[in-house]
Every structure is written in C-alpha cells, then in structure tokens.
C-alpha cells in the first residue's frame, strides 16, 4: 500500500491507530471446542484493519493488518514512507521494549501517530 492510500484511508477511518486486540488474545489456552468457540466470538468483535509497526530482518516498517471474523490476518506493507518516518518507527520499537533485532509486530509509537494525523491535516487543508 502507498503512504498516500495509506493517510486517506486513517483519514476516512477505514484503518485503525490502536494495537490490535488480537495480539493481546494469546496465548490462550485452547483445549475444548468452547474454548475455540468463544476465542471466534471474541476474534469477530475486532474485525477491520490496524496499522502496527511490523520489525523483520532488522527493519522496521508500517503494516497494515486485517483481520477478518474468522481472526484469519492478511499483512499489506506500507511504501513510500518518507526516510523521517523510518527514524520514528525505529524510535518507536526502543520505546514499546523492542528492538531491530528482534522481530515481531509492535504498538504505534504517539510519535509515529503524532506525525501521520499531522500528514493527514497536510491533505486536508490542500483539498
């Protein structure tokens, strides 16, 4: 996904700036059907998209992740990030206890969010 799509589609509120409550879910002990039964439930109540910041192979990037009622996820990276951007997502990783060399799926850091409102203000105010 292009960081232009990307701003217009927080902007129109088709993609979330929270962590998804997905992550929070596991583990989670699944040993009956109920068990899987409820967890579906709970996976169904949090279906859209959510942007995180993805760290793999020493490189942190945008993610937009989508969740469908099934919990199944689908990952779209975000391109055409401005290079100021990559400096605050890697700022970001250090603040949520991670970092570049350690590969998983982390918060949006209130700077990587301060700064994509701030873009999306840009676009509103040119329109």
Same mark, same amino acid.
């Given at each position: 996904?292009?960081?232009?799509?990307?701003?217009?589609?927080?902007?129109?509120?088709?993609?979330?700036?929270?962590?998804?409550?997905?992550?929070?879910?596991?583990?989670?002990?699944?040993?009956?059907?109920?068990?899987?039964?409820? +967890?579906? &439930?709970? #996976?169904? @109540?949090?279906?859209?998209?959510?942007?995180?910041?993805?760290?793999?192979?020493?490189?942190?990037? !945008?993610?937009?992740?989508?969740?469908?009622?099934?919990?199944?996820?689908?990952?779209?990276?975000?391109?055409?990030?401005?290079?100021? +951007?990559? &400096?605050? #997502?890697? @700022?970001?990783?250090?603040?949520?206890?991670?970092?570049?060399?350690?590969?998983?799926?982390?918060? !949006?850091?209130?700077?990587?969010?301060?700064?994509?409102?701030?873009?999306?203000?840009?676009?509103?105010?040119?329109?």
């Amino acid at each position: 996904m292009k960081y232009r799509n990307l701003l217009e589609e927080i902007k129109e509120g088709k993609i979330s700036l929270s962590f998804p409550p997905h992550y929070r879910l596991f583990p989670q002990e699944i040993s009956t059907p109920k068990d899987f039964d409820l +967890l579906k &439930e709970k #996976l169904r @109540a949090y279906e859209g998209k959510y942007l995180v910041v993805d760290v793999w192979n020493f490189r942190a990037t !945008l993610s937009v992740r989508t969740f469908d009622e099934t919990g199944s996820e689908t990952s779209e990276t975000v391109v055409d990030m401005p290079p100021e +951007l990559q &400096e605050i #997502l890697e @700022a970001g990783v250090y603040e949520a206890g991670g970092a570049p060399n350690v590969s998983g799926i982390y918060p !949006l850091s209130r700077k990587v969010v301060l700064r994509l409102v701030q873009e999306i203000e840009k676009i509103r105010k040119s329109c």
